[in-house]
Structure formats: structure tokens, C-alpha cells
């Protein structure tokens, strides 16, 4: 199977770089797969799963936060402001972000504190999907 070279960047570290035989990057409009040879593109990144596939090995998962992909010449640029792979994640810490943002939401304090809740909120809940965690 053809392969692309992939960068998955956070602000503070590399998750993966490397070859790649699959990637899905969460967008605003759903998910969009890319494989090797796909059209020139840039689209934004919301909060959600990424998924890629290093060549031989299992799907890889992470939750991330907004940012963007660029993919051009075969190579695929994923920049974004967080990263976690599902073993990284403190599934305890989640859940009580999850909880504080809710409580946040519940309060009804201005648009901003409410609009930070309730990204907060759709983080620490991605987080606790990527980990594997129940009773979201």
C-alpha cells in the first residue's frame, strides 16, 4: 500500500512523524480521510479523534484540539494546539473538567465564560471518548 510522509505537530511537542498509510483528521463539516497521492488541500481542525496509520502497525488514536492540515506533494502537515494519545490521558482529571465545565455552563455567567465551558466541555468529553472512558 502507497504511503505519505505525515507531521502531527502540537504547540509543545511531536506526536508522529513519519510514513503513513491513513490519516482522519476531525473537521467542522465531519471527518475527512486522507490517503496517499490526495489533492492539494487546507482545512481547519476541530476538537476531536485523529487517527493514523504508520505502515505495519495498528491505527494510532488522539484526541486533539483546534488546528489545521495541510496536505501538498504527498506530505501531510497536522498542526495543532494539543495532542494526547489515549494512554497520556488521566481519564480522573477528565471527568472532573468535565464536570467543572458543566457546572460552568449551568451557571449562565456572561457569553465568554459560557462559550469557554463549553469548549471545555467538548474537551475533556473527547478526551474521555478517546481514552475509552464510559458514562460520558
Same mark, same amino acid.
Do not use: W
Given at each position: 500500500?502507497?504511503?505519505?510522509?505525515?507531521?502531527?505537530?502540537?504547540?509543545?511537542?511531536?506526536?508522529?512523524?513519519?510514513?503513513?498509510?491513513?490519516?482522519?483528521?476531525?473537521?467542522?463539516?465531519?471527518?475527512?480521510?486522507?490517503?496517499?497521492?490526495? %489533492?492539494?488541500?487546507? $482545512?481547519?481542525?476541530?476538537?476531536?479523534?485523529?487517527?493514523?496509520?504508520?505502515?505495519?502497525? @495498528?491505527? =494510532?488514536? !488522539?484526541?486533539?484540539?483546534?488546528?489545521?492540515?495541510?496536505?501538498?506533494?504527498?506530505e501531510?502537515?497536522?498542526?495543532?494546539?494539543?495532542?494526547?494519545?489515549?494512554?497520556?490521558?488521566?481519564?480522573?482529571? %477528565?471527568?472532573?473538567? $468535565?464536570?467543572?465545565?458543566?457546572?460552568?455552563?449551568?451557571?449562565?455567567?456572561?457569553?465568554? @465564560?459560557y =462559550?469557554l !465551558?463549553?469548549?471545555?466541555l467538548?474537551?475533556?468529553?473527547?478526551?474521555?471518548?478517546?481514552?475509552?472512558?464510559?458514562?460520558?
Amino acid at each position: 500500500m502507497d504511503t505519505f510522509q505525515v507531521h502531527i505537530l502540537a504547540a509543545d511537542r511531536t506526536l508522529y512523524e513519519g510514513p503513513c498509510v491513513s490519516l482522519t483528521i476531525p473537521a467542522s463539516d465531519g471527518e475527512r480521510g486522507i490517503l496517499a497521492h490526495h %489533492a492539494s488541500m487546507m $482545512a481547519a481542525i476541530v476538537p476531536g479523534t485523529l487517527r493514523y496509520q504508520p505502515p505495519g502497525e @495498528e491505527v =494510532q488514536l !488522539a484526541a486533539v484540539s483546534p488546528g489545521m492540515v495541510k496536505v501538498e506533494d504527498n506530505e501531510v502537515l497536522v498542526l495543532v494546539d494539543s495532542a494526547e494519545r489515549p494512554e497520556e490521558i488521566d481519564e480522573a482529571r %477528565a471527568r472532573r473538567e $468535565a464536570d467543572q465545565a458543566r457546572e460552568a455552563i449551568l451557571q449562565k455567567k456572561s457569553r465568554q @465564560e459560557y =462559550q469557554l !465551558a463549553q469548549a471545555s466541555l467538548a474537551r475533556a468529553l473527547n478526551r474521555l471518548r478517546v481514552k475509552g472512558g464510559s458514562g460520558l
